[in-house]
């Protein structure tokens, strides 16, 4: 019987150590504008939100993918985030329809490693961490962090680009723009973000703590 207790309070405390090791949250945020523009032939096409674009599609055949995945004013989405708190702090962010749900509802993923960061960069954005090119076959990203402050840029083939700023304008209020660029078309949404599950802080606590 003891040992099967001591096996029980190993586990949990060894359950709790990797719990403690990653630090998560997320931002639900509601879509206040969203507009797509591209050029064809010479010309400007424009369209207001991914429903708009959706009847004219014939219309707009520049769009692409943006068709698959566009966003519309009123849709919630939800920035999930996780550092890894290891010896070179990971960093992955996604923005997803659904937060439980698989990549199909994925609009856009972000990553990157944290390691020492230039004396040159730190005198000109103090308290802010930045992440090295974290790749793939396919894609890369970079990360920039600061207290109120997140910035994420991810390429994705040689056509394909997502950009997220994000800005805090009152404690765990944010507002930000999420721009996807797809060959000749880009989609520029504005959102407006509480933030459920806040850990944020914590995250720029421990980046303070190890680099600074």
Not at 21 to 50: M, N, P, R, W, Y
């Amino acid at each position: 019987m003891k040992n099967i207790l001591a096996t029980v309070i190993t586990f949990c405390f060894l359950g709790n150590a990797v719990i403690a090791d990653v630090i998560e949250g997320e931002f639900s945020c509601k879509v206040l504008s969203a507009s797509i523009t591209a050029v064809e032939e010479g010309k400007v096409k424009k369209c207001s939100g991914h429903a708009n674009c959706f009847i004219t599609y014939d219309d707009f055949s520049p769009f692409g993918s943006m068709y698959s995945n566009g966003m519309d004013v009123g849709d919630e989405l939800f920035l999930v985030y996780r550092l890894g708190k290891s010896y070179y702090p990971s960093f992955d962010l996604d923005i997803t329809y659904n937060p439980y749900g698989d990549l199909s509802n994925r609009i856009a993923y972000y990553k990157g490693t944290f390691e020492a960061q230039e004396n040159s960069f730190s005198v000109w954005h103090p308290n802010t961490y930045y992440t090295v090119n974290e790749e793939d076959d396919m894609s890369f990203s970079v990360v920039y962090l600061h207290r109120d402050k997140i910035s994420l840029t991810g390429m994705y083939d040689i056509d394909g680009q997502q950009f997220l700023n994000l800005e805090r304008y009152y404690k765990d209020d944010w507002q930000g723009i999420i721009v996807q660029s797809s060959g000749v078309s880009v989609s520029v949404a504005t959102v407006d973000c509480s933030h459920p599950i806040s850990s944020y802080d914590k995250v720029i606590d421990f980046l303070r703590y190890k680099f600074d």
